[in-house]
T-cell receptor, first 114, second 118 residues
């Protein structure tokens, strides 16, 4: 079946460097994508989202890129900080204007080293 | 209290026990969700409620029984669980289950209940 997945289970990044977390999706009907951050002992927290009619969206220190041609989603974190250490999930929603389940990837563990 | 709260945060139970997980949202949302998060696996949607009515039951075993007495509270009643049910159980809420062409109903998650079944 169609699913959301992540290329790298663990990403080690030096403090101050940029991080790039990748996500592959296979559901061509998905029109909305979300990145969540989950710190240890906490529930997932919304970071940034993007609709399928966009290819880039920027937030505070984060940028999400969407390449529909290859069904690829990425999250870029600028100047990674120790507080960015967490598991990052991508999720897709099939249709924002109807009940569409959020389908999550397995997650990427980001470890920020000093 | 703000956001989505869950109690207890940790629960250890035997296979013959009956326990309940509680979720409360202070956001004025109309939809609430239960998810199961197992180690190294994607979040699995279990149940969805909209205005206290169940709209999704994702092939969950009957040993899990949800209850939504009002739009602010959601319970997950547990009985005769198996060790493989040990996981983090997350509750979430959103304004509604349906978005519009221009907005998406973001789901806000609670901290979860870490359940261990012995």
């Amino acid at each position: 079946g169609e699913s959301v997945g992540l290329h790298l289970p663990t990403l080690s990044v030096q403090e101050g460097d940029n991080s790039i977390i990748n996500c592959a999706y296979s559901n061509s009907a998905s029109d909305y994508f979300i990145w969540y951050k989950q710190e240890s002992g906490k529930g997932p927290q919304f970071i940034i989202d993007i609709r399928s009619n966009m290819d880039k969206r920027q937030g505070q220190r984060v940028t999400v890129l969407l390449n529909k041609t290859v069904k690829h989603l990425s999250l870029q974190i600028a100047a990674t900080q120790p507080g960015d250490s967490a598991v990052y999930f991508c999720a897709e929603n099939i249709a924002a204007d109807s009940w569409g389940k959020l389908q999550f990837g397995a997650g990427t563990q980001v470890v920020v080293t000093p | 209290e703000t956001g989505v709260t869950q109690t207890p945060r940790h629960l250890v139970m035997g296979m013959t026990n009956k326990k309940s997980l509680k979720c409360e949202q202070h956001l004025g949302h109309n939809a609430m969700y239960w998810y199961k998060q197992s180690a190294k696996k994607p979040l699995e949607l279990m149940f969805v409620y909209s205005l206290e009515e169940r709209v999704e039951n994702n092939s969950v075993p009957s040993r899990f029984s949800p209850e939504c007495p009002n739009s602010s509270h959601l319970f997950l009643h547990l009985h005769t669980l198996q060790p493989e049910d040990s996981a983090l159980y997350l509750c979430a809420s959103s304004q509604d289950i349906r978005g519009t062409a221009s907005t998406y109903n973001e789901q806000f998650f609670g901290p979860g209940t870490r359940l261990t079944v012995l």
